[in-house]
């Protein structure tokens, strides 16, 4: 089948190349001029971590990777107040667990199928016309074009969706937080394959080292979600500005930061996933939010899925969708409601909570506690075998 995938991100990637190796046609929009590399830092582990090894991408993976060792929690002056081993984490999930740059291991997909699909830059579809034998797309810059399957993989704010399921405002459940993300160079001080975090109530400010002198920022604070509509860069620093710790020496790094990751921390829910011959996956149709740290594995496992059950349906696409919706369903559906309910972790409301937090990060040192905490990461899914 000819099959259009709005999005070159993770899951629009990782979808690119199980439908390549199925033996189908796709096609990639991106609506960003190139491919997108570098970003926030994402922990990457679980179900999805095993496709990507069926993607043959490991190697690939750990190159680009960082095997972060501890996690640290600091006080205002940089007191070390909570310091995590994560090597018991990585005995847990079997040493399949790295962090690295979203769009690294986005690019490291990609370039499985890079020569072999086409992908069209620079333009994003424009409307979708269903007949019975497929769909017309329109395009905001190129000629109109056929496809028998449109598949939405476009993020969190989902063109694919809004076009084919209605507004945003319908399917958005926004989480109480904002987060922003950046990466500049020369900072100091590093803590080389430290995880560094300064939460106060309502605000949490982290960085990590990286290569190449860079050092990644993260910023989550809590807002109403009909807050100011200033600037990114003026609302961090209004939020952060009074914080403490190296909050100002951060603030004053954003001058100079031309790319600069501001966004509500949401989730997608949705009563189906897809209609006709339009689906979503990734965030476009389930965002866990960054607080569920598992959102790419799940995009790539969805991506398996759907090409796994449009190989064994033929060409029947709904007999797939269905099956693809029946058995991914719970399992996204759990892990919304654990990313959720870590919003006090990440967001942490009150000075007794920021103690409580504290205590359980020491106590998460110790295997059999670290194991409590961990039954949200570990995936209760079985990954089928099609044979592809
Ligand atoms: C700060 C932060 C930290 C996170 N940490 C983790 C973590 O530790 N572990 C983890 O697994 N996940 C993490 N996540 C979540 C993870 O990044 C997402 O779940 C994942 O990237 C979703 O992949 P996707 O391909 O569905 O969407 P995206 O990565 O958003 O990709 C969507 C793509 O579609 C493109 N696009 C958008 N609109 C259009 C359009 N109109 N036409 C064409 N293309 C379009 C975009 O340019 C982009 O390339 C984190 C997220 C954030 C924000």
Redesign the pocket.
Known sequence: MRIAI???????AALAHWLHRTGHTPTV????PRF?TGG?????WGV?YQVAKRMGIEDQVRAAGYEIQRLHSVGSRGEVKADVDVKVFRRMLGHDFT?LP?GDL?AAIYATIEDKVETIFG???AALDEHDDGVRLAFERGAPRDFDLVIG???????VRRLAFGPERDYEHYLGCK?A?CVVDGYRPRDELVYVMYATPGHQLSRCALRDDRTMF?FIFRAPSDGTAAAPKDQLRNEFRDVGWESREILATLDGVQDL?F?VVSQIRMERWSRGRTLL????AA????L????????ITEAYVLAGELARAGADHRRAFDAYEARLRPFIKAKQSGAEKNIPFFATRTRLGLWFRIVAMRTMNFAPLARLFASTVIDDFGLPDYGI
């Open positions: 709005s999005g070159a991100g993770v899951a629009g929009i991106e609506q960003a997108r926030y830092m994402i922990d990457f999805g962090s979203r986005a333009d994003s579809i993989a476009d993020g969190l704010h989902s063109n987060v993300a993260l990751y966004d996956i990734g965030d476009a965002c866990i939010s960054l569920g740290g598992e959102g790419t594995g799940l995009a």
